[in-house]
């Protein structure tokens, strides 16, 4: 990057114009993997992950997607070599600078991860998004001086964000949370203007809908507050059981892997696929099940048994060396924790018992506030993905608890468990 004076607290034209077209970049590829998705699916006859894992016989789903999670693990190897970054290593470049991004890196692994997922793999497709929005804004502030471009870094993790959930107020709070060491004081503007430039182009690509639809979500009684605290409780403990199961199992990929990767890629590409194979619904990255299971409204057991599923699935497919985000999978163990104790309550306690909807929202986010350990970020996001404002008392209480059981449990947020393994 060349040397410039430093730069002035005030925004200017040219400035404004970066920032714009990181957001708008970042956009830009989120709404083309969507439609990558859409256009293979389509192409079969199907809507979505769900329906394209149901068409297929038992064995074919097995070896579709053994198959592509150890290509998205040979990509994702392939863009380690060229510069890719995790969120955590992200955050660095954020705060100090001189780590190099590498929009090839970037498009390798989603290009892995999009593999892996469409197939059916438990991972979301956040990751590639969050990162190839880091690597544009390093590439469209190149000419930047340093402190600018590591702005332009943070807005296009922000928009990208945005872009993966249409929610750019989380967005912006995404990076505030998880990268406190912003290296200016308009960092935050600029990341507003990022992700609004990114949010007014995918509205203008796809329709202004919230992810999931626009529900009326609310609880009718204080007391059903303890519902809601709950569910911050138990996620807290799930969240943290879950990153400890996931920290655990790649320290023993690594410690075991040796010269021979493929191999482990493989064997737990075989596992993610039967276990996928076995319960369909926790296929792809989450979004398909969750919607389903508002629906169906599954019963204690089913709810517990797929958030299981999910879990190993979700483990078993990281580890096989996919690239790919955590954070849409841990939404859907959420959700099915939240299913659960509204139907629990339906039995025990049916005066407390909100809504089955409103339960798995704040399910969502707790688990979201657990995982990360962003509990603004969680909120404000179960918001946006419902389109209601209706839970915001539920919804701080229960993202508080769950963040604070899973700070006690781990002190380590799932960004910082995946690093530990690179």
Known sequence: MDAEPLPQRGISLADLARVAAVGVGAALFAEAF?????????????????????????????ASIAVACVLGAWLARLASQ???????????????????????????????????????????????????????????????????????????TAAGFAAAYNAPIAGTLFVIELMPRLPARL?????????????????????????????????????????????????????????????ATRAQVAARAGSRPWIVSVLFGLLA??????????????????????????????????????????????????????????????????????????????GLAPSHASMAFVGMASMIAATTHAPLTAAVLAIELSGSAGLTLPLLLAVGLSSLVARRLDEDNIYEIESEAR
């Open 34 to 62: 969507r439609a990558a998705s859409r256009l293979v699916y389509g192409l079969f006859g199907r809507d979505g992950t769900l329906r394209w894992i149901t068409a297929l016989s038992w064995p074919v789903r097995v």
């Open 82 to 156: 060229r510069g890719s970054a995790s969120v955590t290593k992200i955050a660095e470049i954020v705060a100090e600078g001189s780590q190099p991004l590498s929009i090839r890196g970037a498009l390798l692994r989603a290009l892995g991860a999009f593999a892996a997922m469409t197939a059916g793999g438990s991972i979301g497709r956040e990751g590639p998004i969050i990162q190839f929005g880091a690597s544009w804004g390093l590439r469209v502030g190149k000419h930047a001086h340093e402190i600018r471009a590591r702005e332009l870094v943070a807005a296009g």
């Open 187 to 247: 960092t935050v503007a600029r990341l507003g203007v990022a992700t609004v430039a990114g949010a007014v182009t995918a509205h203008a690509i796809s329709r202004d809908l919230p992810l999931y639809g626009a529900h009326a979500l609310g609880f009718d009684r204080t007391p059903q507050l303890v519902a809601f605290a709950l569910v911050g409780l138990v996620c807290g403990a799930i969240g943290a059981a879950f990153m400890k199961s996931v920290r």
């Open 273 to 350: 696929g039967c276990v996928i194979a076995t319960a369909p619904i926790t296929a792809g990255n989450g979004y398909d099940g969750i919607t389903s299971a508002l629906e169906s409204r599954p019963t204690i057991a089913f709810a517990a048994g797929w958030l299981l599923l999910k879990a190993v699935a979700t483990i078993a497919t990281v580890s096989s060396g996919a690239p790919g985000g955590v954070f849409t999978p841990s939404m859907f163990l959420g959700a099915m924790a939240g299913l659960g104790l509204q139907r629990a309550f339906v039995h025990l306690a049916p």
